[in-house]
Nanobody, 120 residues
Framework: QVQLVESGGGSVRAGGSLRLSCAASGFIFMIKTMGWYRQAPGKQRELVATITSGGSTNYADSMKGRFTISRDNAKNTVYLQMNSLKPEDTAIYSC??????????????WGQGTQVTVSS
């Protein structure tokens, strides 16, 4: 079983920055893709950004230029640097990881989520 633990959420004023971290642990052979998703109250969960083990990234259009995803493969950790935050970025941010366990089984795991609140 693979566990993901996020950290770094909090409250910030519009225009501010936050950095989220998500560490994966367990019997991991490799993690192919790590990503961040968010869900605002009353809305569906949406993609924020993903990153492959090779460093290829994908962003939702509304986050391009403001958010940066990165990862440390040695630490099985993914980061999300969020700049120029807006009130509409307020949501629960969850990380996701897809890969292969030591038992050569595929996995897809989610973190518990971390709250990000941006005030105007």
């Amino acid at each position: 079983q693979v566990q993901l633990v996020e950290s770094g959420g909090g409250s910030v004023r519009a225009g501010g920055s936050l950095r989220l971290s998500c560490a994966a642990s367990g019997f991991i052979f490799m993690i192919k893709t790590m990503g961040w998703y968010r869900q605002a109250p009353g809305k569906q969960r949406e993609l924020v950004a993903t990153i492959t083990s090779g460093g290829s990234t994908n962003y939702a259009d509304s986050m391009k230029g403001r958010f940066t995803i990165s990862r440390d493969n040695a630490k099985n950790t993914v980061y999300l640097q969020m700049n120029s935050l807006k009130p509409e970025d307020t949501a629960i941010y969850s990380c996701n990881a897809e890969g292969i366990t030591m038992a050569q089984l595929g996995f897809r795991s989610w973190g518990q989520g971390t709250q990000v609140t941006v005030s105007s």
